[in-house]
């Protein structure tokens, strides 16, 4: 055996006094010191040092403790069952080794049903109950001894005073966690606020201040709840065989249990819960800073048992911290795929929601001047399941002096072209969007889309790997593509090397509007691009307009005009129209400078159904050309449907409402009227 360190001997101790001295704070005082993921870091310390030298291990250890003695303001209680803490897992692994524990104890490779519950973040209590009657509530104090809270615990709504229903047992207790919503805890402190009164630290410790309230008047002004998670005392002719249909027995006496629970085979579906749980956290309207596993089958949490400080058939597997304070070091600016600027700031890495975290979004520079953010800020950053880290609140007094203001570059930091913020916007762009190395790939994607020049072939893995490999820096570059460069990609044999080649060539020729669509100018959607194209006839022209003319035509308003000019504006975006002229890319400016009649202008048509002849996409197409604006549903405003093969519910609804319908032959005859073929 390695003889211990003095280093670390000290470090044992250190942690131990620490500990409890932060027990003391939060279970006593009800004050706490630290946040609460910085005491599971502590514990979790000590856990780690006392399992590497065994020969350090104390009986006083708070390891081997529950919580700490309660105060003696209350009668004390011992309990008849101790009310133990539960072992934590931080990781898939731990939950994983916890199984695999579980079944070598039990002698089965077979998967054991768990019921997953979710860890509240409250107060635990014990509740007895004599012929039906509640005659006492405790805390769980250090898990031997509690606190009597019966005057309290019988303010609180959701406690039954009285079992309900039939076969009450003589003697029962049930268990449950004592938590106050988030809504009620954030009226409550905005009343102790008002009243010039110390708000509670978070929901656990209102909980848990109330429930210690020496006068019940009190208490029963505080929005406490309560929800049932174990019966523990019980005549065992009464006890169901399952831990799931035990809580059913005490719902149906009357009490709240959780609706988020499940039942789960094995450790594979328990993390599929976890993480279904963890996606749910933000909008339930309680706080869980994690999720329990019970093994459910009674007779086999005896034959597991228990250690000194936790039973060995159950555990909690814990979310990660949501919040931690940390310093940013510095702010730089990222250009997103669609050109959005956004300011990222550079951190003093920290570990918060899992992982060790050293940027966050500041959103834009409205967010920025709203939360006044200086570089050198303490802030306080949150990162909530997959949610990008985000700095949420600045710590002012800990500003240091000369802290730099930040400001918003006025030229793209990748590609120089210019940041344009639009009147009534909140994010600045970057406006060299065809050219833009950051939206390279962006832009690549929607120009090939299906609605743009459709290049068929041409998809989101594939437009990865040319632009990765160097291949394709512009649009323009997919026209300079060989078989043979495309031939040698993993994956891209010679035939459909072929076939996207045909594909590119095929775009060669788009209409105005399509290319128009294609170039991804900001706010130009498809009904705009036509509508630019049909008022001006060429690319040159729109090119060329200013801001008043280009609101001339329906549908753009001075956004979309800001939007139109700056892209024009750019060298980089015209120096990539230009090489797609090079590149043999040729709109065909004529054919939209045809104008035909609309006779459909103003009014709103709806398609339904299969169309035979053309696809649903053709005949909208036809229809706009003929002035008709067409929708997704179908309203006393409609003008007219066009129902197809296995028409349904719009097709009933106009029928319903004495609308005009058309079928295929009608659509088709009607164009034709007007000079368009199908």
């Known amino acids: 055996m390695t003889q211990v360190s003095a280093e670390i001997r000290q470090r044992v101790e250190e942690l131990r006094a620490v500990i409890d001295d ?3 704070s939060y279970y006593v005082l009800d004050d706490p010191k630290i946040p609460d993921a910085e005491f599971d870091r502590l514990f979790r310390e000590l856990q780690t040092l006392e399992a590497q030298h065994p020969e350090l291990e104390s009986d006083d250890s708070p390891t081997r403790r529950v919580g700490s003695a309660a105060e003696t303001s209350f009668q004390e209680v011992v309990h008849r069952l101790p009310m133990l803490s539960l072992d934590n897992a931080f990781s898939e692994e731990e939950l994983r080794e916890f199984d695999r524990r579980v079944r070598d104890r039990l002698a089965t490779e077979d998967p054991v049903e768990y019921v997953c519950e979710p860890k509240l973040d409250g107060l635990a209590v014990s509740l007895h109950y004599e012929n039906g009657a509640l005659t006492r509530a405790a805390t769980r104090g250090d898990g031997y001894t509690g606190e009597d809270i019966t005057a309290n615990i019988r303010t609180i709504p959701s406690v039954p005073l009285k079992l309900r229903g039939n076969n009450i047992p003589e003697l029962v207790e049930v268990r449950g966690e004592v938590y106050m919503p988030k809504a ?4 409550l402190n905005a009343r102790l606020a008002e009243q010039g009164e110390k708000p509670f630290v978070n929901p656990r410790n209102a909980a848990a201040g109330s429930l210690r309230q020496k006068k019940s008047t009190v208490t029963a002004q505080r929005p406490l709840e309560l929800c049932a998670y174990s019966m523990a005392v019980t005549d065992e002719t009464l006890l169901p065989a399952t831990h799931w249909d035990s809580l059913q027995r005490v719902r149906e006496w009357g ?3 959780n609706p988020e629970m499940r039942k789960a085979q094995g450790a594979e579906a328990c993390l599929d819960a976890y993480s279904a749980l963890m996606q749910k956290r933000e909008s339930l309207p309680y706080e869980i800073d994690g999720i329990v596993f019970k093994v459910n089958r009674l007779d086999l949490q005896q034959q597991l048992g228990f250690v000194s400080r936790a039973p060995r058939w159950a555990i909690a597997h814990k979310f990660p911290a949501q919040e931690e304070l940390t310093v940013i070091e510095g702010v730089e600016f990222q250009v997103g795929r669609t050109g959005a600027v956004t300011p990222v700031a550079r951190l003093k890495p920290v570990f918060v929601g899992g992982v ?3 940027n966050a979004t500041l959103h834009n520079m409205d967010e920025v001047r709203r939360l006044d953010v200086h570089i050198g800020d303490t802030v306080f950053i949150r990162r909530a ?10 710590v002012p007094d800990k500003r240091p002096e000369g802290a730099c203001e930040v400001l918003m570059p006025s030229h793209c930091p990748v590609c120089d072209s210019d940041i344009v913020q639009i009147d009534g916007e909140a994010v600045a762009r970057c406006s060299g969007g065809l050219f833009c190395p950051a939206q390279r790939k962006e832009a690549i994607r929607h120009y090939a889309s299906r609605k743009a020049l459709d290049i068929e072939g041409l998809g989101d893995r594939l437009i990865e790997v040319l632009v990765d490999e160097g291949m394709v820096q512009t649009v323009a570059d997919l026209y300079r593509l060989t078989r043979f460069q495309l031939s040698s990609l993993d994956r891209m044999g010679d035939k459909s090397a072929n076939n996207l080649i045909a594909a590119i060539d095929r775009s060669r020729h788009p209409v105005l509007w399509r290319f128009l669509y294609a170039l991804g100018i900001r706010e ?8 630019l194209a ?5 690319l040159e022209l ?5 801001e008043d003319a280009l609101q001339q035509v329906a549908d753009v308003g001075p956004i979309v005009a800001g939007h139109v000019r700056s892209f024009f504006d750019q060298p980089h975006n015209q120096e990539t129209l230009q090489a797609l002229k090079d590149a043999g890319v040729v709109w065909q400016e004529a054919q939209v400078l045809e104008r035909v009649a609309q006779p459909l202008a103003g009014e709103t048509w709806v398609l339904t159904g299969t169309l035979s002849q053309m696809t649903r996409d053709q005949a909208k197409e036809k229809l706009e050309m003929l002035g008709a604006k067409v929708s997704g549903s179908v309203s006393k405003k409609t003008a007219c449907v066009v129902a197809g093969e296995a028409a349904g519910s719009k097709l009933a609804k106009a029928e319903q409402l004495g609308l005009p319908v058309l079928d295929e032959v009608g659509l088709r005859a009607l164009l034709e009227e007007h000079g368009l073929t199908v």
């Not at 049909?534 to 060429?538: D, E, L, N, R, V």
């Open 22 to 24: 932060h027990n003391h």
């Open 184 to 187: 009620g805890f954030e009226k």
């Open 255 to 257: 009490f709240r249990i």
């Open 356 to 358: 060790t975290v050293s």
């Open 385 to 394: 399941g997959d949610v990008i880290p985000q700095v949420v609140k600045v």
């Open 524 to 531: 130009v959607g498809e009904a705009t691009a036509k509508s």
């Open 534 to 538: 049909s008022y001006f006839g060429s």
């Open 542 to 546: 729109i090119s060329q307009a200013d």
